[in-house]
């Protein structure tokens, strides 16, 4: 809790958990237009926190300023006061009482299904349409995966419930089954769809898996009319690591067949892919500016999406119609000239 709302400059020492240098933190705060943002939270107990299953903590966040003479940093905590801060999270029943008046739905630790956090942000700036968009475009693999227990319900000020539902989305559809050929053992093989793994790269025995799909009567050959979207001109692979979530869409070339795919990173190689993005989380980046990671995470994001086209270029290949032989193309008036000579 304190890395999601009240350190900064700080990242986790947890490889692959991320802390306070991404811009998940800005995120919620650009979502409240008084920048006012509060979390409760349920877990199972821990051994280095016994007695501990909730936590709720209130923060604001505004630039330091001064009034009259006196200065301030700009933050402040709702929460229980604390000698030498301005406070810390309420636990137990205490942060179940506030969250119960805040409106939250209280949570059972003794639940596994109560087990996540709960965010209130003040005065909203995003409608519920939009964040349902956005929770799918960018975490329908956390969605997809049962085993993860992922859920988002986003509700709002009237009370209305809304569902994430990435398969109903017609976009997402051909991302889920590329993502389903790159993860699940397919029985069959299923015409237009392909599944690869990506061969070693440097120590990195198994980067990850592949999965491709195309659409030969739809998407995959559009019509080339003014208003179609841009991304239905080219072929994109959703980039997948392991907490589930699509970094990147990646463009992968402009020539028909178009090609949907999800490739979906190994663990072994998570951690070097995320020390690769940028401060979004929303690319690999394949140079090093200033130092800042190792070389040969850039190496390896190359050589990934090298093979990731390379391979999205080969079941492009299949797809093309093969010509026809030389012996069997009938040239009429060609024909019809050399019986008059």
Known sequence: MALALSSTGVTSDVPGRGGSYGY??????????????????????????PGITRRL?????????????????GSARLGRAHEGTSAVPLENEDADQLASLLGFEVRNPQLPADHG??????????????????????????????????NVVIEDIEGALYHPRPRSN???????EAYEAATV????????????????????????TLGLIADLDDWSNPDDRAGDPADSHCSLVALVR??????????????????????????????????????GHDSWQTRVASG??????????????????????SFRAELKPQPKPS???????????????
């Open 24 to 49: 998940g933190k800005a995120g919620l705060i650009r979502g409240s237009a008084t920048r006012t943002v509060l979390a409760y939270t349920c877990f199972a107990e821990r051994f280095d926190d």
């Open 57 to 73: 903590l209130g923060m604001t966040y505004w630039d330091t300023h001064t009034v009259g003479k006196e200065s301030f940093v």
């Open 117 to 150: 956090t709960s965010f209130l942000l003040v005065d909203p700036t995003v409608e519920p349409e939009d964040l349902v968009n956005a929770v799918e475009r960018n975490w329908w693999p956390a969605l997809m995966e049962s085993s993860l227990h992922f």
């Open 170 to 176: 017609a976009t997402l559809r051909p991302f889920i």
């Open 185 to 208: 053992p397919q029985d069959n093989k299923r015409e237009h769809i392909r599944t690869r793994v990506l061969q070693k790269i440097g120590h990195y025995k198994r980067p990850g």
């Open 242 to 279: 392991t907490p589930r979530m699509v970094v990147e869409y990646l463009d992968a070339g402009r020539s028909v067949p178009y090609i949907r795919g999800c490739f979906v990173a190994d663990e072994s190689v998570n951690e070097a892919l995320r020390q690769t993005e940028p401060k």
């Open 292 to 313: 800042d990671f190792d070389p040969e995470f850039a190496e390896l994001t190359r050589e990934i999406i090298f093979k990731i086209k390379n391979n999205l270029n």
């Open 327 to 341: 012996e069997a193309v009938r040239l009429p008036e060609f024909d019809r000239l050399m019986k008059i000579l």
